[in-house]
């Protein structure tokens, strides 16, 4: 007598997304990430603000980093502002949570929340952006959070563990690969 075979075990995809190059190549495309840019200094700040540092400096380097032009309108926002937003954002249990307090700053959106929370913690969060989005196929589609949440994070991780690799490198990748191909 035959024994049934276990179904192979089946991964959830969002059916919008396709990653537009081998996923062999993950390492690859991350190791170009340094071509193009040094995030040591954004890292760096990430890490003083998961550490209680809360002050505009920390916060510029991030939103410098992420886009120039963003940088100028964290000055509609008060010191105690910043500083309450950043403090909840980093002991946020839900994404939802540290996404939406820092989306209620001026000059922050999805696509610099996710860079904000990343350089926070690179192990919990990845960048949204452009770049991202078109190395996944979707260039057209808009950073929303309802995006990143429901489908762009879980698609990330799942690259991430079929990788064997961090949503830090994954990130690196798609950035890397858009920029080279774009």
Same mark, same amino acid.
């Given at each position: 007598?035959?024994?049934?075979?276990?179904?192979?075990?089946? &991964?959830?995809t969002?059916p919008?997304?396709h #990653?537009?190059?081998?996923?062999?190549?993950?390492?690859?495309?991350?190791?170009?990430?340094?071509?193009?840019?040094?995030?040591?200094?954004v890292?760096?700040?990430?890490?003083?603000?998961?550490?209680?540092?809360?002050? $505009?400096?920390?916060?510029?380097?991030?939103?410098?980093?992420?886009?120039?032009?963003?940088?100028?309108?964290?000055?509609?926002?008060?010191? %105690?502002?910043?500083?309450?937003?950043?403090? &909840?954002?980093?002991?946020?249990?839900?994404?939802r949570?540290a996404?939406?307090? #820092?989306?209620?700053?001026?000059?922050?959106?999805?696509?610099?929340? %996710?860079?904000? $929370?990343?350089?926070?913690?690179?192990?919990?969060?990845?960048i949204?952006?452009?770049?991202?989005?078109?190395? #996944?196929?979707?260039?057209?589609?808009?950073?929303?959070?309802? #995006?990143?949440?429901?489908?762009?994070?879980?698609?990330?991780?799942?690259?991430?563990?079929?990788?064997?690799v961090? $949503?830090?490198?994954?990130?690196?990748? $798609?950035?890397?690969?858009?920029?080279?191909?774009?």
């Amino acid at each position: 007598m035959a024994t049934a075979k276990a179904p192979a075990r089946r &991964i959830r995809t969002f059916p919008g997304f396709h #990653l537009r190059f081998p996923i062999t190549e993950v390492q690859l495309w991350a190791d170009k990430f340094s071509q193009f840019d040094d995030d040591t200094a954004v890292l760096d700040a990430g890490k003083n603000i998961c550490a209680g540092e809360y002050g $505009l400096e920390n916060l510029l380097v991030i939103v410098d980093w992420k886009s120039k032009r963003r940088a100028k309108l964290l000055a509609d926002n008060s010191h %105690s502002e910043r500083e309450e937003a950043l403090r &909840i954002a980093v002991s946020a249990f839900e994404p939802r949570t540290a996404f939406g307090v #820092l989306m209620g700053l001026a000059g922050i959106d999805t696509p610099m929340a %996710s860079a904000i $929370l990343t350089t926070i913690d690179p192990s919990r969060y990845t960048i949204i952006d452009w770049r991202a989005l078109d190395a #996944l196929g979707r260039p057209d589609w808009s950073a929303s959070l309802k #995006l990143y949440l429901r489908y762009y994070f879980p698609e990330c991780a799942r690259i991430a563990a079929a990788a064997g690799v961090s $949503l830090r490198t994954v990130d690196k990748a $798609l950035w890397s690969w858009s920029k080279v191909n774009s």
